[in-house]
Structure formats: structure tokens, C-alpha cells
């Protein structure tokens, strides 16, 4: 099946765009816009499995912000947690620490715990965040 065809067979989204909003509004908020890993998520759960979009959403935001931490704290234990996974995703949540009222100092200790456990890639890759953030900033 050819990929004009596939594409063809998606069905139309289930749920409104206020709802759609809605559910993207937190990234929004948090990080200033609505990454493109996350608008793809949504408008596909939208469109295959609004209920299970919906329930992935709920469970995010009770992770994402606990009672018993600020989201500064939050955001900068994601980025620590992201940078000793090596995953991509670590420099959302290091916008969303800044946002949140971090400062570079702080991330810079967060990239020296994730060093610890995962050695000079998760430094580099902490690093390498850090300096595009601070260029970004300077903008």
C-alpha cells in the first residue's frame, strides 16, 4: 500500500479543537510551544484513539507536577534523568527549567550528576544543551 493511500485511510480527529487545545496547552505553558513529537502524538491519538490521548495526558500532568516539588525542581530532575538517558527530549526540559526560574548554575549541576552516572557523553550532550539555550537567550 502506497503511503498517499495509507495517509488516505486515517480517519478524521474525534475530538474538537478546543479540546486539542486543551490538551496541548500545558506544553505551552511549560515550554513555549508544543513540540513536534507531542503536536504528532496528539493529532494521531486524536484521530486513531482520542480516549487513550486523553488518559496518556491525565497521567502526564499527575507525573509532571507533583504536590511536593516546584516545577523548577521538577523540570530540573527530568533534565538530569533525560541527559543520563541521552535522550533528545533532555532540552525541552531544560527550557522548561529556565522557564521555570532555573538558573544556569543549577542546570550546570544537574549536567555534573548526570556525568556521574553516565559519563562524558551525558556531559557533552548537558553541555552542548546549555550553550544553545544561552545563544538562544542572547537572541
Not at 6 to 26: F, G, H, K, M
Not at 45 to 62: F, W, Y
Amino acid at each position: 500500500m502506497s503511503s498517499t493511500s495509507a495517509s488516505n485511510d486515517l480517519p478524521e480527529r474525534q475530538i474538537s479543537d478546543d479540546e486539542l487545545r486543551a490538551l496541548r496547552a500545558p506544553y505551552e505553558e511549560l515550554i513555549g510551544f508544543v513540540p513536534p513529537r507531542i503536536q504528532a502524538r496528539t493529532d494521531i491519538g486524536s484521530r486513531i484513539d482520542p480516549e487513550l490521548l486523553r488518559l496518556q495526558e491525565q497521567v502526564r500532568l499527575a507525573a509532571m507536577y507533583p504536590k511536593c516539588f516546584d516545577v523548577k525542581t521538577a523540570q530540573l530532575m527530568l533534565f538530569g534523568i533525560l541527559l543520563a538517558l541521552m535522550g533528545d527530549a533532555a532540552r525541552l526540559h531544560a527550557i522548561a527549567a529556565r522557564r521555570a526560574g532555573a538558573s544556569w548554575e543549577e542546570l550546570h549541576a544537574v549536567v555534573g550528576l548526570a556525568y556521574l552516572f553516565r559519563g562524558m557523553p551525558a556531559a557533552n550532550l548537558g553541555a552542548e544543551i546549555l550553550q544553545k539555550l544561552i545563544q538562544e537567550e542572547g537572541k
